[in-house]
């Protein structure tokens, strides 16, 4: 594995519509590869569930279990013009997640395309209350990381970017970007993963970027509120800013975040940081000792 190359990252704060199916969803993806690609970025990420948005088109009244049937009929399609795009637009693509049904359970899967339409997926492993009581959506396998040209990557599915154990996994194994795209019905909710894709950075000297649903969609029972902006955080120390916000969209609108990220940066602040948070992660924690005053 050759060593960590810069990236120029592309983050979608993706519109949710109501198009026309899978024909729909496919040419609203073209056009934005294709504005990704003309800004020069190397990958692009939507947010979470975004493709879901197909659903709308095709189930009359707001119903989240037909609109999981019908995305799960039409994943494979799905995934044929996510790589057909990547290809076309000589692009890395993780177009967000899908809920995809195997051996008889869903799974919330996101897809990494390389611009040959090679694909490799991470599940999410940890389901939101929705998602585990409304959609029936199983977790997923742990956490694996993507070999790149630009070296090894990791993605954390929304709410899974919210426990450090899984991102630790990761970075510990050699990944210095996750990925994490989101969709979120609330500002907390995403204050939730906003904040904890920092802590992560923060605590691994590591760069981590989300990229969100935004908009409302009162035909569809699953995204009918979403809420967030794109943005890409790195360690809060020497030669990053100050708060370890390197780029940000704007809240609620749909935009695109281009960032150049230079895993160079990383290596220097983890060797002659103002701390190695990287360094000195501590060893797994025993359990904590009962003391009792006298």
Not at 193 to 222: D, F, H, K, M
Not at 225 to 240: I, T
Request: with cysteine; charged share 20%.
């Amino acid at each position: 594995m050759s060593a960590p190359a810069p990236l120029t990252l592309a983050l979608a704060q993706y519109p949710i519509e109501r198009v026309a199916g899978v024909a729909g969803f496919a040419a609203k993806l073209d056009r934005l590869a294709g504005e990704a690609k003309a800004r020069g970025a190397d990958l692009l990420m939507l947010g979470e569930y975004a493709a879901v948005e197909i659903a709308g088109a095709a189930v009359k009244t707001p119903d989240v279990a037909a609109e999981l049937a019908l995305v799960t009929a039409e994943a494979d399609a799905l995934i044929t013009v996510m790589r057909e795009c990547a290809r076309r637009h000589r692009l890395w693509l993780l177009p967000g997640t899908l809920p995809m049904a195997a051996a008889g359970a869903v799974r919330n899967r996101a897809p990494l395309i390389d611009e040959r339409g090679g694909i490799a997926f991470q599940e999410k492993r940890v389901m939101t209350r929705f998602e585990a009581e409304e959609w029936r959506v199983s977790p997923g396998a742990p956490p694996a990381v993507f070999e790149t040209r630009w070296g090894l990557l990791g993605i954390a599915i929304c709410y899974d970017v919210e426990f450090p154990p899984l991102v630790r996994a990761q970075v510990e194994v050699g990944a210095w970007l996750i990925l994490c795209p989101s969709c979120t019905d609330t500002i907390a909710g995403f204050n939730r993963v906003r904040l904890a894709a920092r802590a992560r950075a923060l605590e691994n000297q590591c760069y981590v970027a989300i990229a969100p649903t935004v908009g409302l969609a009162p035909w569809s029972a699953t995204l009918d509120v979403n809420r967030g902006y794109a943005g890409a955080f790195g360690p809060v120390d020497r030669g990053f800013p100050e708060d370890g916000v390197l780029a940000r969209g704007a809240l609620d609108a749909p935009d695109m975040v281009i960032i150049h990220l230079d895993p160079t940066r990383l290596a220097r602040v983890r060797a002659d940081g103002g701390v190695r948070n990287h360094a000195d992660w501590p060893a797994p924690v025993p359990a904590p000792a009962r003391l009792c005053p006298r």
